[in-house]
């Protein structure tokens, strides 16, 4: 089967007056369908410029990068942004929401760039269908300032499903959650990779990456471990998660 993600000795070099930034500095990398990798790594690795390169929002210096066996090395402008709407999903850590727009038309939005031409009803029944997976089918009609802070990040997961990508692209997705919640995100993630979507994320905290089923640790540039996730951690981390899913029903039911 064709890697979903292939990277070829691919560099990313800025230059900022007469100095020149290697941010990537020859990765090469493979991804399959249906993996869930953790992106890691110290301010000033490399780890953004990457995950920019895999959104095809920046262009390599040099190297080719393959998305689903699409070189995009020699795409324009356009045909990247088209590229992206159809095989990319992408969740922010900010959560990226429309404040004066409902859960459900934040969830449609990305169908109205998209090239194939979509009735007003057929977006409904995608967005509402996207916003069932995440189990919010009944926030649909809430705006982002009427929803807890999890509550808005399922809602941007859904967004980023609703084009059904090949890949999910997550950055820092749990940063600006607290512990339980984060705890809830990721359960969501998890889901989605059990149903088959490959999912890279990038994260700073070690409980969060446990989640994931391959590490990838950058430093300098370079891709500096490349780590399978047991089994047995993976399993581990799923049982907290429903540990502190019961707690949190118990305390609800006993309000």
Do not use: W
Not at 83 to 103: E, I, W
Not at 240 to 251: G, H, M, T, V
Request: proline share 3%; charged share 25%; hydrophobic share 40%.
């Amino acid at each position: 089967m064709t890697p979903v993600v292939q990277l070829e000795n691919v560099t990313k070099t800025y230059s900022n007056g007469e100095v020149e930034v290697h941010a990537v500095r020859g990765i090469s990398l493979t991804v399959q369908h249906g993996e869930f990798v953790a992106i890691m790594g110290s301010s000033g690795s490399g780890k953004s410029t990457l995950m920019n390169v895999l959104g095809c929002l920046d262009r390599p210096t040099s190297g080719r990068y393959l998305l689903d066996g699409v070189d995009t090395s020699g795409l324009d402008r356009n045909e990247r942004a088209d590229l992206r709407n159809r095989k990319l999903g992408f969740v922010f850590q900010g959560f990226n929401l429309l404040s004066r727009t409902t859960a459900l038309e934040n969830v449609e939005l990305p169908m109205l760039y998209s090239v194939e031409r979509l009735s007003s009803a057929e977006r409904r029944r995608r967005a509402l269908r996207a916003l069932e997976i995440v189990g919010l089918s009944d926030r649909a009609e809430h705006l982002p300032n009427q929803l807890s802070g999890g509550q808005q990040q399922r809602v941007a997961i859904a967004r980023a499903l609703v084009n059904q990508p090949q890949v999910l692209l997550a950055d820092e997705p749990t940063g600006n959650l607290d512990s339980r919640t984060s705890v809830e995100v990721m359960g969501v993630f998890q889901r989605l990779n059990n149903e088959g979507i490959t999912i890279m994320m990038v994260t700073h905290e070690l409980d969060i990456a446990r989640f994931c089923r391959r590490n990838l640790i950058v430093r300098d540039g370079r891709i500096a471990r490349d780590e399978a996730v047991p089994d047995r951690l993976v399993a581990e981390v799923e049982m907290q998660r429903l540990r502190e899913a019961e707690a949190a029903a118990k305390l609800i039911a006993s309000a």
